[in-house]
């Protein structure tokens, strides 16, 4: 049973996460606290492995005392926040949360999937909070020869993704010459409010991908909610509403085949932390059609499944540390002389 703290300002909310959590068999609620500083007390007194946080609280909001939780606990914490606070929720991950749902998707309306995929989710994160990250002797940090014209690169993350990202994407430069697209899985709805984060921590310009756009340098383009983002034979971003695949919509595997197909040898895919293999046969196609792969090592992608089936496949380059993979997308795309 995995021990869970739920921290909201609401009874009604409390009541609705713990039934949802005690209709699995897998969680035990010690606890509610209606406020952070309360949350913050009762997990130092009680040491949860899993706590829920709400943002906008009295007292002692969701963001200060996930922060001061960090300090001394090492807990699994999730954010269970508004569409009104999203960007407070990704600030969240920064500080330490791991993932964050919308308050709005815990109704009766909820389909098994989803609510599977949320707990499996939960689940995952807890336990390895409790495993220590493991050290590689990776074989592929080899830099990859600079030849390659590289006009496009397209990125997959799921949980953990966020952070990631932000970490990721600060450290590009504002010249940065070829467009980025990326596929981050958003159990939380909160795709608008992402963009709108990601983009306070890069010099690039984040915009929510439209259909019709041709990408142009010196932007990212983030796949929105329950659309498929295809590249077509002219370079526009279309947009495919046919089923999930691999459980995903978007699909990172729909975006990197219909880029490879135009890209080509010009296109570099990154395949960072989360669960599943979304990105694996993406991967596949990337490298047949000559482009570069890459994806993150273990040891800092916060859940390693996405990057181990990349690897997998034996069509991954280079598996790199995160901050690697940023110096090396800088150095893939530095201007031929």
């Not at 996460?17 to 949350?39: H, Q, V």
């Not at 430069?173 to 992402?194: C, K, M, W, Y």
């Not at 694996?280 to 990337?286: D, L, S």
Request: overall charge negative; some cysteine.
């Amino acid at each position: 049973m995995i021990k869970t703290l739920i921290v909201d300002d609401s009874s009604l909310v409390r009541t609705i996460i713990r039934d949802f959590l005690e209709s699995d068999g897998s969680f035990e609620i010690i606890a509610e606290a209606e406020n952070g500083f309360d949350g913050l007390s009762k997990a130092q007194q009680l040491k949860p492995e899993l706590i829920t946080m709400d943002i906008e609280m009295p007292v002692m909001n969701g963001l200060e005392a996930i922060g001061e939780i960090m300090k001394t606990l090492n807990t699994a914490i999730v954010v269970i926040s508004t569409h009104d606070t999203a960007k407070m929720a990704y600030d969240a991950t920064v500080k330490g949360a791991m993932e964050f749902f919308a308050k709005d998707i815990f109704t009766s309306q909820m389909s098994d999937q989803q609510r599977e995929k949320i707990l499996n989710t939960l689940k995952h994160i807890t336990n390895i909070k409790k495993k220590t990250p493991v050290l590689q002797d990776n074989e592929k940090q080899a830099q990859v020869s600079s030849a390659h014209q590289v006009k496009c690169i397209v990125i997959a993350a799921s949980t953990g993704g966020p952070m990631a990202l932000c970490k990721l994407c600060a450290q590009l430069p504002a010249e940065f010459p070829v467009p980025i697209l990326i596929v981050q899985h958003n159990t939380s709805g909160f795709d608008r409010g992402f963009v709108q984060w990601l983009d306070g921590y890069t010099p690039l310009d984040v915009q929510l991908a439209e259909e019709g756009i041709n990408p142009v340098k010196g932007k990212i383009y983030i796949a929105p909610n329950e659309k498929h983002i295809v590249m077509n034979n002219t370079g526009c971003i279309v947009f495919d509403n046919s089923e999930p695949v691999n459980n995903q919509k978007p699909a990172a595997d729909v975006l990197f085949k219909s880029a490879a197909d135009l890209y080509g040898e010009s296109l570099v895919s990154v395949v960072l932390t989360g669960m599943g293999n979304d990105g694996a046969e993406g991967t596949r196609f990337v490298k047949q059609a000559g482009g570069l792969t890459i994806s993150q090592d273990e040891a800092s992608s916060m859940i390693f499944g996405m990057p181990q089936a990349a690897a997998g496949t034996g069509c991954v380059d280079m598996v790199l540390p995160l901050d690697d993979i940023t110096k090396q997308l800088i150095f893939l795309t530095k201007e031929k002389t």
